[in-house]
């Protein structure tokens, strides 16, 4: 009877085993796929066409093992559970390159990314850079302006675990080096990190679960640049003062980028904020050239739907072109990467026409072309510390920003 009671567990454990197998193979193959990642914000994999080149030189088999693993049955769900373990009973205080604290969620900062060595070698190609661009606005008459904004592993420096790197010294050692080239160079220079230290780095004016600062951080970056130049070229920008504007912090749950790496696993109290003109300022508004709807923040329609950063200018286009019909005011060209999304929601307002760039998406046009076309009376580089010694995309010159 014994043997008959465990040759029966052993023939149920077998068919279970097939069924889930079965299960799981036939969902993996027959359900929809999705194209790409929500939470790791990547494309996925897609099937792989059969040839007997690709079967012969392994690379279908490549292709179809990276295919499988990304629509693999429940995968989100694995990854959920997954994340959820080594967050939460295991306590790990690093999954993902996030650095996991009580408190904040962090960048990880590795060896690489603190070599100071490299500092003069990247500051000399990215200065050489800097200066194609100002020259050629100032060849028509205009003015350029670097600025350069804290990102989450200074503004949060001394969060991090004691254990944790956080990539002090190599900040430094790149902020002055690169303060002291832009000098050398006849650079317009706005470190905005300079009024966040002096306001002993608030909190609110950064982020505890994105790597973007909040839109104050962004108000006050805002001002660090249309003060500076409006008292060192006389360019003329209206001010949008403190006391001229409303605040609004949105009740929905914010999904911050690093919320997001760790697969939604994470609970934050975090709010995102909007800033708007008490006074609206109409304006029209153009995507890739084409018109589009006159936003500048893109709300849910239910205060329970997550909001994320991109809600600021609906994310990142290659351009947008905002037209505020005001032509006594400057016109303005500003490029750069995501941390630019929050300033442009404040800088329109003070400008007739704002044409923003971001030239990781630029495939027919370079920055060259761009500003020989609109001839802006201002044009604006902003990266943030962790990019701004980059030469790549938005940290390219003339030439270099030319796509194939």
Known sequence: MKRIGKRISQIVFIVCTLFLMGTATYLTTFSEKDDISFYENRTLAKAPVWSEKGILSGEWGEKAEAYLADHVAYRDEILQLDTYIKCHILKQPLIKDVVVTDDYLLPYIDEEMRDTSCIEKDLNKVAKNIASVRDLTESYGGTYCYVSVPSQYVTHGDDYPWFMHNRDDYTEKARTAFRERMAKDG????????????????????????????????????????????AEREIGFDVLEEGEYTTTTLPNPYLGSRIKALMGQWQSDEKLSIIEPNEPIPFTRKDYGAPSEPLIYFLPDTT?????????????????????????????????????????????????????LDMRYCDSSTLEEYINAYEPDVVICLRDYGAFLSAEDNGGGIESLLKD
């Open 187 to 230: 650079i317009l220079y706005v470190d905005a990190g300079d009024s966040f230290a002096a306001r002993g780095w608030p909190d609110n004016f950064s982020s505890a679960i994105d790597n973007h600062n909040s839109i104050e951080g962004a108000y006050l970056t805002y001002r660090n640049i249309v003060d500076f130049l409006n």
């Open 304 to 356: 329970e739907e997550n909001v994320e950063y991109k809600l600021y200018m609906n994310g990142d286009y290659a351009s947008t072109e905002i037209d505020t019909n005001r032509p006594e005011l400057p016109n303005v060209l500003i490029y750069g990467d995501s941390f630019t999304n929050a300033v442009e929601c404040l800088l329109y307002t003070s400008c007739n026409k704002m044409w923003s």
